[in-house]
């Protein structure tokens, strides 16, 4: 039967796949918009299978803040290649699977991937369809939520790092100062919120390290254990976000800077996402 270029556009309008792979798909359904839809679908399933063991460490990732920015969501979704995560249309899509996990109110990716895209799709559904239009593998990497009086989301230009830091006040000042500390996060990639945020193994290892090194160095075995715990004192003041030199002023910590924005602000909870 003839298919006019009208049922094709509403087909790559519901589905986002190419002109050709419309058009094939309405004519081998005859005509039957549904049925089509499923067709694309099953072509994205066989597309997912047949890539499933394929390396996706390109993509986007976005922060986003919501209910008056007490809220605030990240997410990354990886492709394989740099050419398909430059281009503007994957940036739209993974724009709306985060807009998805704002409506759904979900809080971990696997009960995201199960909530509604739409409709008539779950996030996993719209996500094995996209494989298809796309021909990559596809895959959300992380998905976190935070919040608290206030969120503030940072984006770096390219969207492949991306932070989101909530902070105790919801004065304009505060966020201002939360916007600045996002930014530090995202520049110089904390491992944790302070030294209680890092894991207890991480921690000794550490230690270790530095009794080593001492040992190295010639230094008395009695001695090792206090130079071991001083260089531990230096590895959280490097790698915590609240100790962390401030950026912009390294005279002081990002905790000081907080507390000279506003008394008593602080940072609770902070997520930093970087695809390289």
């Known amino acids: 039967m003839k298919i006019t270029a009208s049922q094709v556009n509403e087909l790559r309008k519901k589905t986002g796949a190419g002109m050709m792979d419309c058009k094939k798909a309405l004519v081998e359904a005859e005509g039957d918009m549904e049925q089509a839809i499923t067709i694309l679908r099953k072509k ?24 008056n920015d007490s809220k605030g969501v990240i997410l990354s979704l990886n492709c394989e290649t740099d050419f398909v995560a430059k281009n503007s249309d994957f940036y739209a899509f993974v724009d709306s699977i985060v807009d998805a996990a704002i409506k759904s109110g979900e809080t971990n990716k696997e009960d995201l991937l199960n ?73 110089m990639a904390p ?24 040992i190295k160095e010639g230094k008395p075995a009695e001695m090792a254990e206090k130079i071991a715990q001083g260089r531990l004192n230096k590895f959280f ?12 002023d390294n005279k002081k910590s990002v905790q000081q800077f907080l507390n000279e924005t506003e008394k008593d602000l602080t940072v609770t909870d902070f997520k930093r996402v970087t695809l390289k």
């Open 44 to 67: 994205g399933q066989k597309v997912a299978a047949k890539r499933g063991d394929n390396d996706a460490s390109e993509g986007l990732v976005i922060a986003k803040t919501f209910d």
């Open 115 to 187: 909530a509604k895209f739409n409709d008539e799709l779950t996030v996993a559904e719209k996500i094995t369809e996209q494989i298809g239009v796309i021909g990559e593998k596809l895959e959300i990497t992380n998905f976190s939520i935070v919040s608290d009086a206030a969120v503030v989301a940072y984006n770096h230009p390219g969207n492949q790092v991306a932070t989101v830091v909530a902070i105790t006040s919801n004065t304009d000042a505060a966020k201002e100062a939360g916007r600045q500390v996002a930014m530090q996060a995202a520049a």
């Open 191 to 214: 491992i944790a919120l302070d030294k209680d945020g890092i894991a207890p193994e991480i921690i000794a290892k550490e230690v270790e390290i530095g009794k080593e090194l001492a």
């Open 237 to 248: 003041k490097e790698n915590t976000l609240l100790s962390q030199a401030f950026i912009k």
